[in-house]
């Protein structure tokens, strides 16, 4: 039987309709899938269909999204086929703030986040220095002096155990490094080196430096440490690409420079490029960026440029998070601005001119507050348009400044995995009534506002399962929260998921290609060992990954 469909306007019918009327005739529709899921239970992130059955792909792309009845009239001779029968198919995550290659070297290099005394510190160091030849540098590291109580390491701990080498290991916030006599001799530090705007130089009671760096002082050391070569950059690429593809994300924004870029360019050219990269580049080289978007365009799918980030003050956990009020552990201490105010609205009013988008490090609440302002001033200075500000971390908000991020349209770009490890011991150093407003992310979702999660790694572990986790539980990583840490900041399951992936998307302009499972949209997608809406949240933390795919390729795929 033939049917001529040229007088039903072809043009108003959809892929699915036109299948199901072929299909109807005994006859396959003209596009046949590359990849169907089907018997699954897949959560979409399309508010118009928030959830399907089945999915078929094509090429790099969604084909069609619905019931298994309706997909698979998309499956051909050379369709691969996957059933999911259990557990639970979502679009890939996103993870909004990495330090990709950062992370990448950290995966090779001596580990010390869950080191609990300064025993086990000093051990560690010593045996991974035995694994290196002489004069090699031992960096990274991401260590906690949380895990003993608080003090603060010392360059005398570990000078013995690295006489041949040169030290220069970072907290695991990154706003703190430790650096052995050695590193530091190299970096002609000593007693009468003076003090560094924005970041402090810890001495002990005779004035000479323990080694322990905050901040723009930890430029001293880093800037005589030799750069890593090409090759080594490429091997930390492809090391975090498997790693974060073992956890479900198909795409980061990095937090980076132009040496990552160069990285992730020669990659991209060569076809290697296994994560989508927003490659994010420093505040104050808004006019070389400017420069390259101008000449090479803003990238595409794979690899994207045009963002900024910048740094109004340090962390909570190195006690350089600018507040209003004084630490509660410290009276005398309010943090301070890594980079002044009025810098900042400088480099930002000249970089929003340029057409570049601004994504900015604010944790302590004077730090959110100026910054909140600063981005008012530019709407009212240069006019509306799309800009989609970023504030990032967004951890300690001043109760006033939280419907601010709604009416400003701001996106807050938090990591919710820092909850429920700050959440040991946050009360402790900013006491109670500023905790209720710490990681508000059920207060600024109850305004409107549009909140974006992501990881910070190297800084937490680049999963996502356990930032859902923690956004939903907020259960402290010590196990002394079991209702949650400020539990009247929980979300929900769902809450979370759209955070993780279409709201990842918007805070890089690309809700348009990916963030949910739409034909049309990039087939990024994840396969779960359960459905997380519908098993216990605090099962959460057990499910795993089994399947991730980046334009509809596997990526990763569980033993």
């Not at 703190?176 to 970096?187: D, F, I």
């Not at 923690?470 to 400020?486: C, H, K, Y």
């Not at 929900?492 to 348009?512: D, G, I, M, P």
Request: charged fraction near 25%; hydrophobic fraction near 40%; glycine fraction near 8%.
């Amino acid at each position: 039987m033939d049917i001529d469909l040229r007088g039903w306007g072809c043009r108003g019918l959809s892929v699915l309709v036109l299948g199901l009327l072929l299909t109807a005739c005994g006859q396959k529709p003209a596009e046949q899938a590359d990849l169907i899921i089907h018997q699954a239970r897949i959560w979409t992130a399309n508010p118009q269909q928030p959830w399907a059955e089945a999915l078929a792909v094509r090429g790099e792309q969604i084909l069609a999204v619905g019931t298994n009845e309706e997909i698979l009239v998309y499956q051909g001779g050379q369709t691969r086929m996957i059933s999911v029968p259990q557990g639970m198919v979502i679009p890939g995550f996103i993870d909004s703030h990495v330090h990709f290659l950062t992370g990448g070297f950290g995966l090779s290099s001596v580990q010390l986040r869950d080191a609990k005394s300064p025993e086990e510190f000093i051990r560690r160091i010593a045996d991974y220095a035995r694994t290196l030849e002489p004069g090699e540098w031992i960096l990274n590291g991401d260590w906690d002096h949380e895990n003993w109580g608080g003090q603060l390491p010392s360059r005398e701990w570990i000078d013995e155990v690295t006489a041949d080498n040169p030290v220069l290991i970072n907290r695991l916030d990154g706003h703190m490094v430790l650096a052995n006599s050695r590193a530091l001799e190299l970096a002609a530090i000593d007693r009468a080196t003076p003090e560094v705007e924005g970041g402090e130089i810890v001495r002990d009671d005779t004035g000479n430096p323990t080694g322990v760096l905050k901040d723009n002082a930890m430029q001293l050391v880093y800037g005589v440490v030799p750069e890593p070569t090409g090759d080594m950059r490429d091997r930390a690429l492809q090391a975090a690409s498997d790693y974060v593809a073992s956890e479900g994300v198909t795409s980061v924004h990095d937090m980076g420079d132009w040496q990552s870029l160069d990285t992730y360019r020669r990659a991209r050219e060569k076809n290697q490029l296994n994560t989508r990269i927003y490659s994010v580049m420093p505040l104050a080289d808004w006019q070389r960026l400017a420069a390259e978007v101008a000449a090479q365009g803003r990238g595409d799918e794979w690899l994207r440029i045009g963002g900024l980030k910048g740094f109004m003050d340090g962390s909570l956990g190195s006690h350089t998070a600018a507040f209003f009020e004084p630490y509660t552990d410290q009276p005398d201490d309010r943090g301070f601005f890594i980079n002044p105010p009025e810098r900042m609205r400088e480099w930002a009013l000249a970089a929003d001119k340029a057409g570049l988008h601004l994504m900015i490090h604010a944790i302590g609440d004077r730090a959110i507050h100026n910054l909140l302002n600063i981005y008012q001033e530019i709407d009212r200075h240069q006019g509306p348009a799309d800009r989609r500000f970023r504030v990032e971390h967004a951890q300690h908000i001043a109760p006033d400044d939280i419907p601010r991020f709604a009416e400003l349209e701001i996106i807050a770009s938090m990591q919710p995995y820092h909850a429920i490890d700050d959440g040991r011991w946050a009360d402790r150093v900013i006491g109670q009534e500023r905790a209720n407003t710490t990681y508000a992310f059920a207060d600024l979702m109850n305004s409107d506002a549009r909140v974006a999660f992501g990881s910070d790694w190297f800084v937490a572990p680049a999963s996502p399962l356990m930032g859902i986790y923690a956004a939903v539980t907020r259960r402290t990583l010590d196990g002394a929260n079991p209702d949650g840490w400020v539990p009247g900041q929980k979300i929900t399951v769902e809450q979370a998921l759209t955070a993780y992936t279409l709201n990842a998307a918007y805070a890089s302009f690309e809700e348009n290609i990916k963030g949910s499972l739409v034909p049309g949209k990039l087939a990024d997608l994840v396969i779960l060992s359960e459905d997380l809406t519908r098993i216990p949240v605090e099962k959460i933390a057990d499910t795993r990954v089994l399947h991730t795919l980046v334009g509809g390729k596997t990526a990763y795929q569980r033993e």
